[in-house]
């Protein structure tokens, strides 16, 4: 098993910026992507951003691009979201994910492990 834990959320204005960490414990070496999701309330939860523990590639989704940045510090085993530019459509809870093989990292049902989710609110 592993456990997820994030952290970071909060309240910020439009173009500010926030960083979200997840703190990875237990089989850690059994997760080979990490990925970063939000949902809104009445919506399915949104890929934001990945990253390959080994070789560090990273993706993301359109809506985020130029602004998020996603990183990895194997020694702390923690990944980081550094949120640049929020917009209030950026508001969500936002959730750490973890996978044990390098397919579909887009798809949130692919993944095997969960944090607890951590709100971000950007307002207007």
């Known amino acids: 098993q592993v456990q997820l834990v994030e952290s970071g959320g909060g309240l910020v204005q439009a173009g500010g910026s926030l960083r979200l960490s997840c703190a990875a414990s237990?089989?850690?070496?059994?997760?080979?992507?990490m990925g970063w999701f939000r949902q809104t309330p009445g919506k399915e939860r949104e890929f934001v951003s990945g990253?390959?523990?080994?070789?560090?590639?990273?993706y993301y989704a359109d809506s985020v691009k130029g602004r998020f940045t996603i990183s990895r510090d194997n020694a702390k085993n923690t990944v980081y979201l550094q949120m640049n530019s929020l917009k209030p459509d950026d508001t969500a809870v936002y959730y750490c994910?973890?996978?044990?093989?390098?397919?579909?990292?887009?798809?949130?049902?692919?993944?095997?492990?969960w944090g607890q989710g951590t709100q971000v609110t950007v307002s207007s």
């Open positions: 994910a973890g996978k044990e093989n390098l397919y579909d990292v887009y798809q949130p049902d692919r993944y095997d492990y």
């Open positions: 237990g089989r850690i070496f059994s997760t080979y992507v």
């Open positions: 990253i390959r523990w080994i070789s560090g590639s990273t």
